[in-house]
């Protein structure tokens, strides 16, 4: 009984790099593996419409927590959203004006899914552990997601143009599929919390139900990156690059961001909320919109921004005592 408990803590304390593990392992065997080979390609349609329902679920079980009376707009939302179109309008003029292509376009379309995807509803928790405002980075998340929401269906169309589909008509089907995964769950845990208060009950007493779902859907893009990986047509080199440039992004994204949050009293929140990114949702878009291979820029950024919360959170611990 103690070993299986002890068990059950590890698996806890280390969620995120098992569900990694597990994700690239799942895809290693079904690759690997003659008699499975042909069962990966059946499941592999499965999986790529099973990953945006789980990003469904984390948010709409993670804003049926959320108290919508204590939401309130501060001055560093307005601040961090424009710097946040900014730098989308930065990258995305890049590749439209001297019209990117091949590799370079795979690696400023990497770049570009690690600023456009929106906060992570983790940022809440980490800023919790940090001493920040668990309700200004709530309310940011919320926003966001809708900021999001308006500038991939924009900006995809004009990446990765197609002769025989119109402008008009991408930002249609993106907006569509960019709405149902970000803003219906959100409306849709408002409702529930509202109306449905036997249902929402039952939902906010599941201990850590968003936290489990989050990790089903990391491991899930694990597979889907390492995959991109491993069937792409490209060098080390470009993926090293991908890598590096992913970490500097997260760097400035982390460091813009306190140093606006700095001047607004909230360097903390405005930090994670520029900095922590949606990898999940990003690795998504990347796959379903842009080249497969942009994919790899916002899972290395998995990397980078954990570690940079476990160095925060054991600099703030370190200080406490």
């Known amino acids: 009984m103690q070993s299986i408990m002890r068990i059950v803590q590890f698996l806890k304390t280390w969620t995120l790099p098992v569900a990694m593990g597990t994700g690239a392992l799942l895809y290693a065997l079904f690759a690997l593996t003659p008699c499975l080979d042909a069962a990966g390609d059946r499941l592999a349609p499965w999986f790529d419409t099973l990953l945006p329902t789980f990003m469904f679920l984390v948010l709409f079980v993670t804003f049926c927590k959320v108290d919508f009376h204590k939401m309130r707009p501060v001055w560093w939302h307005l601040w961090v959203s424009l710097l946040n179109v900014l730098f989308v309008g930065v990258i995305t003029a890049l590749i439209v004006g001297f019209r990117l292509k ?18 992570a509803t983790a940022a809440a928790v980490v800023t919790q552990k940090l001493g920040g405002s668990l309700e200004e980075i709530t309310t940011y998340t919320f926003i966001s997601n809708f900021v999001c929401a308006a500038l991939v269906p924009l900006c995809f169309p004009m990446v990765e143009q197609q002769d025989d589909v119109p402008f008009w008509a991408a930002f249609c089907r993106i907006l569509y599929q960019v709405v149902a995964v970000l803003v219906m769950p959100m409306l849709l845990a408002y409702v529930v919390k509202h109306r449905l208060k036997r249902f929402h009950r039952w939902v906010v007493s599941i201990r850590d139900l968003s936290f489990y779902l989050w990790s089903c859907s990391l491991m899930i893009v694990t597979g889907v990156t390492v995959r991109n990986i ?11 690059a991908i890598a590096i440039l992913g970490l500097v992004v997260c760097v400035v994204q982390f460091s813009v961001g306190r140093y606006v949050g700095r001047r607004c009293g909230c360097e903390m929140e405005a930090g994670q909320a520029l900095g922590q990114k949606n990898t999940a949702f990003a690795i998504w878009m990347a796959y379903a919109f842009l080249t497969p291979l942009s994919s790899v820029g916002p899972g290395c950024y998995i990397l980078w921004q954990n570690i940079i919360n476990s160095a925060e959170i054991w600099r703030k611990m370190k200080d406490e005592r």
């Open 230 to 240: 491993v069937h792409a047509q490209a060098s080390s080199l470009l993926l090293a």
């Open 102 to 119: 091949g590799d370079t376009l795979v690696l400023m379309e990497s770049l570009l899914m690690c600023v456009i995807a929106p906060c």
